[in-house]
């Protein structure tokens, strides 16, 4: 998936969340792949400091062995979301395998007494026509973004920053991502990046903050 996805996807797939609503002065901050036990904590660190609020799609499989992080990113007003269980491409994935995928981290959270919002973001943006369907079985809603400025590459933080702030309008949810190689690069630009969206008069939101979010579901 493109790091801005083109228009025409949000007219082909208009149950898919892509955007929030443009006239509430609202970012919406979004982290992938994590927990990670040292990024995850110093995103949190940095959001504390705004203050901000962000939404956080977990892997189901790396929860294990950082469930204080999890833990603390709930605590801290944050939203737990789905990222599947082993960030496989869901797109290519079977009906059943990516109920499985769902399912698999669903249990995790559940059983650790989580609160978490029936949304997913498939991993590396890939889905395929009817599983707005599949995903709307179980209850949830698919969720895509606005902008992605590619801060799991090895890349200058300005260029994460700028790429960020290039397109950044009312009612965006950027992507970044709490565990990736270049994770420091993230980590440099994120307090830039807060700032400058304070400057602009946006607050930063998290994704069950949008008026008929769950309306978006679509039973299969």
């Known amino acids: 998936m493109p790091l801005q996805p083109p228009k025409i996807l949000e007219h082909l797939f208009p149950r898919i969340l892509w955007r929030g609503p443009s006239d509430e002065n609202s970012i919406y901050l979004t982290f992938d792949d994590g927990p990670d036990p040292d990024t995850t904590p110093r995103v949190l660190d940095i959001l504390s400091k705004q203050p901000a609020t962000a939404s956080f799609f977990l892997l189901g499989s790396r929860i294990s062995g950082n469930e204080t992080t999890v833990a603390r990113t709930q605590n801290e007003g944050h939203l737990l979301a789905n990222h599947g269980f082993s960030h496989r491409k869901l797109g290519w994935a079977s009906r059943d395998s990516i109920e499985r995928e769902i399912r698999n981290t669903e249990q995790i959270l559940s059983s650790n007494g989580w609160s978490y919002h029936k949304l997913l973001r498939p991993p590396f943006g890939h889905f ?93």
Request: with cysteine; proline share 4%.
């Open 128 to 220: 395929r026509p009817g599983m707005t369907s599949i995903v709307g079985r179980l209850g949830y809603r698919l969720v895509m973004w606005t902008l992605m400025p590619g801060d799991y590459r090895s890349i200058d933080p300005d260029l994460v920053l700028r790429r960020t702030l290039w397109k950044l309008q009312s009612g965006a949810i950027v992507v970044l991502h709490d565990r990736s190689s270049n994770s420091g690069a993230m980590l440099q630009m994120l307090p830039k990046l807060l700032k400058e969206i304070a400057d602009r008069g946006y607050t930063c939101k998290r994704l069950d903050e949008i008026k008929g979010l769950d309306r978006g579901r679509e039973e299969g």
